[in-house]
């Protein structure tokens, strides 16, 4: 079977890759060059240490994760169970492929 050519599927594949980059590129230049002047000014050695940080997604000095921490309820214990008795039963099969699916 020989692919035919198709314009629509030539743009999606091929030109939008290189416009993401240059989008990607100029985004990252423009946030690293237009800081305000008064954070620049105010700035400590520490944070200077620290300027090549300023993409994380998450400042780890401000974020207290173990608060984040997800703690089972009662309710998603009561959930787990249910869903293990379904899938032990006699439909266990078909509830494997449901939970697999969704």
């Keep these: 079977m020989i692919p035919k050519f ?3 599927e030539f743009v ?4 939008e890759i290189p416009v ?3 989008m ?3 985004w990252f230049i423009l946030k690293r060059f237009t800081r305000p002047a008064g954070r620049l000014l105010a ?3 520490e944070s200077r240490n620290r300027a090549w940080r300023h993409l994380d997604i998450v400042d780890m000095d401000t974020v207290d994760l173990a608060q ?4 089972e309820e009662a309710e998603d214990k009561v ?3 249910e869903r293990r008795s379904r899938i032990k039963g006699p439909r266990g099969l078909w509830w494997r492929l449901y939970y697999w699916i969704a």
């Design 6 to 8: 198709s314009a629509v």
């Design 12 to 15: 999606s594949f091929y030109i």
């Design 20 to 22: 993401m980059i240059v």
């Design 24 to 26: 990607f590129t100029s």
């Design 43 to 45: 700035r400590d050695d």
């Design 68 to 71: 984040d921490e997800y703690t």
């Design 79 to 81: 959930e787990d169970e």
